[in-house]
């Protein structure tokens, strides 16, 4: 039940991210895809790509703190 409500949790914040960090967030860690062809899917640089990331993770960090403990992990 509790990895049930976790998911549900995770897919809520998905859902609020921007629509392009959404997409850098699902290519990464879903996709598990290297930066380069992530900029070439979403048809911008791989600094943009790093960018939108980085802000993903600040924002579901924040959304999911009281739910999910998060490891430190290299982008």
């Known amino acids: 039940m509790e990895k049930k409500t976790e998911n ?3 897919k809520t ?3 609020a991210l921007s629509s ?11 996709e ?8 070439r899917a979403m048809g ?3 600094t943009s ?3 939108h990331l980085k802000r993903a993770i600040r924002t579901l960090e924040r959304a999911l ?3 999910i ?5 290299e982008i």
């Open 20 to 30: 392009k960090q959404r997409q850098a967030v699902v290519l990464r860690f879903f």
């Open 8 to 10: 549900q949790a995770v």
């Open 65 to 67: 703190a009281d739910q």
């Open 13 to 15: 914040a998905l859902l």
């Open 44 to 46: 911008c640089r791989e």
């Open 69 to 73: 403990h998060f490891e430190d992990r």
């Open 49 to 51: 790509v790093r960018t």
């Open 32 to 39: 598990e895809l290297p930066f380069a062809e992530i900029a």
